[in-house]
C-alpha cells in the first residue's frame, strides 16, 4: 500500500488455499501525529500550593490510542488514556492534573 491517508479504510487480503482463492478483511489503521503538545506554564508557587496542569495535545487521531503522562522528573503524576473514544477523525485533548508544589521543585 503506499500513500493511504483515510484513517479508517476497509481493506481485504486475498490468498490461494490449495487452489481455493479467499478473502479476508484486514485493519489498518493510519496514525496522525500531534500537530503541537503544549504543556501550559505553571505560575511560581510556594510550597504546598496547588495549581492545575494543563496539557494540551493539537489535532491527533485516532484518539483511541493516545496516552498522555504527566510526569515531575521520573516521577509519574498522572497517566490519562482515551480507550473509550471511538472517534477517527483528528481531535483537540486537554489533560489536567491538580498539583502540589513541594520544596525542591523548581521550573
Not at 25 to 43: D, G, N, Q
Amino acid at each position: 500500500l503506499l500513500n493511504v491517508t483515510a484513517l479508517n479504510s476497509s481493506n481485504y487480503v486475498f490468498y490461494d488455499c490449495h487452489g481455493d482463492r479467499k478473502q479476508r478483511p484486514i485493519t489498518i489503521v493510519v496514525y496522525r501525529a500531534p500537530e503541537e503538545v503544549t504543556l501550559e506554564p505553571a505560575p511560581q508557587l510556594a510550597a504546598g500550593e496547588s495549581h492545575e496542569l494543563v496539557c494540551r495535545v493539537a489535532e491527533v487521531a485516532p484518539i483511541w490510542n493516545l496516552t498522555v503522562t504527566l510526569r515531575r522528573g521520573d516521577e509519574v503524576l498522572h497517566v490519562e488514556t482515551f480507550k473509550g473514544h471511538g472517534q477517527d477523525k483528528p481531535e483537540p485533548v486537554r489533560v489536567t492534573h491538580r498539583l502540589t508544589a513541594q520544596r525542591g521543585d523548581h521550573g
